[in-house]
């Protein structure tokens, strides 16, 4: 029997190969990936390959938009040089950032990261002037320091000399859209992270806004993703279609997830580790609220049920702070050192941007009268270990959730590189862990792509095409499964002690880039 993603090819047929340019950046690096369809499988090729990182500027930590944009038109230029004829191109990123533009559309202020501490304390003040409850039960996203609400009450409190200039805000991946193709767009899966947005109307909620002292003006309305929006003038490559696909890189990552059913749990495994469930409606219930649970837009009105966790972000400053040791070596090491030796909250304050990660770990340790790590194979085997206990922690919340049963997780993006974590994650949670692909968000914006040029019509079809394209690998659970016996020990450490408690003010205050 045919599936709807091939009867939909024999039915359209195929006259050439569609182009499509994906150019997704992460909070540490970007890439302009190159993806090809011939009407039944997809291809995808890396052209080009940035760094990225916050920068510091008038004493915050800020993004460099200006740079980011210099490599997004190098990577389009090598295409357009290598021949390639592109049918269009879109842009993913991290979420809740923003970008402020006068009535002139011109920048005003920095587009300053969210690892930055000007929100700390937001959150605390805002509780005194509205219920936390009432918050979630409004956007039914997780509190986080760094939601763009609590940025946007910092912003408001500090108000800066252009302030009173402010006609638009656009969230990141819409203002280097608006950079390319001179259209100001705002796209439905990022704007939902802001904690601004209303999940049961998909409007901007105006008493948050007045809570703020922000105009509901600034905001344009949220719009669904994959459709053509612009156009782009390449040098090299001629006019470029531009698409609005679904902008936050969890959400195309997720788009591209080969999975049917729903008794699935997905990890969009990078610098955070994304873990969740989709559901039609959303899971802003007081039992979801106190999981801390988010519910971010998906595709098709989708919502993206998830937990954020600390990911690879912890091991990626180990790795900066030993220097000598790549991923791989590490992840040897870790294999090599002894097992549940020492354990941390991977999603404590304290590790969100520490001076030194390593000494943000030992402390962890020392404070929770555990043997501290010295070595970096410890600290690596600290590090797998925790994510992977935290994904059980995770994995057990999503089902009191989930009305059906959930039976597996699925793990994308470039942390299922990570075997020795997929096998971890499988023998914490006890269940069957299937990876792949690695280039989730990419695919997904490719896959968005599509649709917006009526090569497929759905998400569900979309799924059929990267399960036809991609290799997909399954980790089973050990019979011999240690975990259970230290889970009691995990539990512990993850509640907060006086001693965190009493110098979190300090570590948080004297927050560095690395």
């Not at 700390?120 to 939601?147: A, C, H, S, V």
Request: glycine share 8%.
């Amino acid at each position: 029997m045919l599936s709807s993603y091939d009867l939909n090819h024999q039915m359209r047929g195929f006259d050439r190969m569609n182009k499509m340019l994906a150019i997704d950046i992460g909070a540490s690096s970007g890439r302009v990936i190159l993806g090809s369809y011939d009407g039944l499988t997809l291809q995808i090729q890396e052209l080009h390959r940035f760094d990225n990182g916050p920068v510091f500027r008038n004493g915050q930590a800020c993004w460099n938009l200006d740079y980011l944009l210099l490599e997004i038109k190098q990577g389009i230029e090598i295409a357009g040089v290598s021949g390639h004829v592109i049918d269009s191109l879109a842009i993913d990123t991290w979420g809740v950032d923003f970008v402020l533009l006068d009535g002139q559309g011109e920048q005003l202020g920095d587009a300053v990261s969210y690892r930055d501490n000007r929100t700390l304390g937001m959150q605390e003040k805002l509780n005194g002037l509205i219920t936390k409850n009432t918050i979630y039960t409004k956007t039914g996203i997780q509190f986080l320091d760094f939601n763009t609400l609590y940025q946007l009450a910092a912003l408001t409190e500090d108000r800066p000399n252009w302030f009173d200039s402010v006609a638009r805000l656009l969230f990141i991946p819409d203002y280097l859209g608006y950079k390319l193709s001179g259209i100001q767009h705002c796209e439905y899966t990022n704007a939902s992270t802001s904690q601004l947005l209303n999940c049961a109307s998909g409007a901007w909620d105006k008493e948050l806004l007045e809570l703020i002292n922000v105009p509901e003006q600034w905001f344009l309305p949220a719009q669904s993703p994959n459709r053509l929006i612009g156009h782009y003038n390449s040098k090299s490559a001629g006019q470029i279609k531009v698409a609005s696909i679904a902008s936050h890189d969890t959400a195309s990552a997720i788009l591209a997830l080969p999975v049917t059913g729903q008794d699935t749990v997905y990890i969009s495994s990078g610098t955070w580790s994304l873990m969740g469930i989709e559901s039609e409606h959303a899971l802003n219930s007081p039992l979801a609220q106190s999981f801390n649970v988010t519910n971010e837009g998906g595709a098709e009105n989708r919502f993206r049920v998830l937990k954020n966790i600390m990911g690879l972000w912890l091991i990626q400053n180990v790795q900066k702070e030993f220097g000598d040791f790549s991923f791989a070596q590490l992840v040897n090491l870790a294999k090599d050192s002894d097992a549940f030796k020492s354990l941390i909250a991977p999603d404590h304050p304290s590790f969100l941007n520490p001076v030194n990660m390593s000494c943000a770990i030992q402390d962890f340790c020392r404070e929770t009268q555990q043997v501290v790590p010295e070595t970096p194979g410890e600290f690596a085997r600290c590090i797998f270990e925790s994510l992977a206990f935290q994904y059980r922690k995770v994995w057990l919340e999503l089902n009191q959730l989930k009305p059906a049963s959930l039976k597996r997780i699925h793990i994308i993006g470039g942390g299922i590189q990570n075997t020795f974590l997929n096998q971890l994650c499988a023998d914490a949670c006890g269940v069957e862990v299937r990876t792949g692909p690695i280039e989730a968000s990419a695919i997904g914006n490719i896959c968005g792509q599509l649709i917006a040029l009526n090569q497929i019509e759905s998400v569900q079809q979309a799924r059929e095409l990267v399960s036809n394209s991609f290799p997909i690998k399954s980790y089973k659970p050990s019979q011999t499964n240690e975990f259970l016996s230290h889970w009691a020990k995990f539990e512990r450490i993850s509640l907060d002690t006086p001693e965190r408690k009493n110098n979190e003010h300090n570590r948080t205050n004297s927050i560095e880039l690395c």
